[in-house]
């Protein structure tokens, strides 16, 4: 069922539903397989799913346990592009879909592609 709106359990599933499509996916994969390895079930895995799900209930709800830099870790990843970041957002959204109603989805792909866009800025992509 389509969650009609934002709440901490649906974000939790949006982002491990997202990560578990991550991890099929061909050219986001490696990216993350490198860094956390394959096992969604592995401790690194864990925390990363932990951190994602602070992240956006920061940005979504305004909690505040998130206290971390979203931007660093991605100035440290070998071979990121323009291409990678489009896949990134057109699996994100496709989650989002999956989770929420339309009205309540807009908000999360409006927010991943001002931040995408915000990133490969920074990082001159
Ligand atoms: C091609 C695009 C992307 C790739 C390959 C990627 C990959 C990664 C990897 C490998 C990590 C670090 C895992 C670790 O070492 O613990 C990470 C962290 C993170 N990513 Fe991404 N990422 C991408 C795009 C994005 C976008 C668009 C967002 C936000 C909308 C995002 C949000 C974050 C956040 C919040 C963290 C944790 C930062 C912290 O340490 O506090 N990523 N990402």
Known sequence: ML???????NIESLVRSFYRQVLQD???????????????QNEKWE???????????FVALGYEEYKGNPLQPHLHIQGLSREAFSQWLKLFHQTVDQTYIPSAGKYFKQKSTNIA???????NL
């Open 117 to 123: 866009e915000n990133f490969m800025r920074k990082l």
């Open 26 to 40: 061909t050219l986001l994969a490696p990216f993350f397989i490198e860094k956390l390895g394959d096992n969604l």
């Open 3 to 9: 969650s009609k709106s934002i709440n901490e359990d």
């Open 47 to 57: 925390e990363h799913l932990q951190l994602l799900t602070e992240f956006w209930k």
